[in-house]
């Protein structure tokens, strides 16, 4: 099982994104969370911003869609750039339909939930998915305590991959850091977003491979 590590642009300076993404070469991915102040409130960046920064950025972009109406939306962000566009399952109305779309737009497709929502009514959905967001915090600003009381629901998830067979990755999201995230990989997990413990170090990219080094031990 491969270890992701996706950094969130959320805590880095949004006056200089290609900066953001220059100091972290050893991330896997880039990880950008778009907010509309409905589904969650707190407002940050769309389309466009993420459209520039398809152009300079060293990593691939994951994008996770906190807004309402995912389904009318996202399929955008695939055309902005975004390799991977995650929606929530609380706001989405088709979710089969939308990650089919996604997917024949030719990038990842997740589907990401809150910590209140249960993962085991969706096993049928996993053929349709390239991941699996689990929330460890409830979705909205960076820098908030993890949740623990979320890590029998990513062992969960896991086990409801392992039976299904496919290649989907299991993602978790808030309050991960040096002394979270090895109960995270434990459970299951095996791609990790890190906001204010990665672009709060002095060292982003030595956070970046000591957050890798810990989920792989
Ligand atoms: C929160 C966002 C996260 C956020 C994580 O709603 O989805 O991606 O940036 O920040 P940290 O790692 O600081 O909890
Ligand atoms: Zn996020």
Known sequence: MGIRIAPSILSADFANLEAASASVTGADWLHIDVMDNHFVPNLTIGQPVVESLARVSKQPLDCHLMIEDPDRWAPGFVEAGAASVTFHVEACHAPVRL????????????????????????????????????????????????????????????????????????????????????????????????????????????????LRRLAEQ
């Open 99 to 210: 990650a089919r779309e996604l997917r024949s737009q030719g990038a990842r497709a997740g589907m990401a939930l809150k910590p209140a929502t249960p993962v085991e009514p969706y096993e049928d959905l996993l053929g349709e998915l390239d991941m699996l967001l689990v929330m460890t915090v409830e979705p909205g600003f960076g820098g908030q305590s993890f949740l623990d009381l979320c890590l029998p629901k990513i062992r969960t998830a896991r086990e409801m991959i392992a039976r299904h067979g496919g290649d989907v990755w299991l993602q978790v999201d808030g309050g991960v850091s040096a002394e979270t995230i090895e109960r995270c990989a434990e459970a299951g997990a095996d791609m990790f977003v890190a906001g204010s413990s990665v672009f709060g170090a002095d060292d982003p990219d030595a956070m970046v491979a000591e």
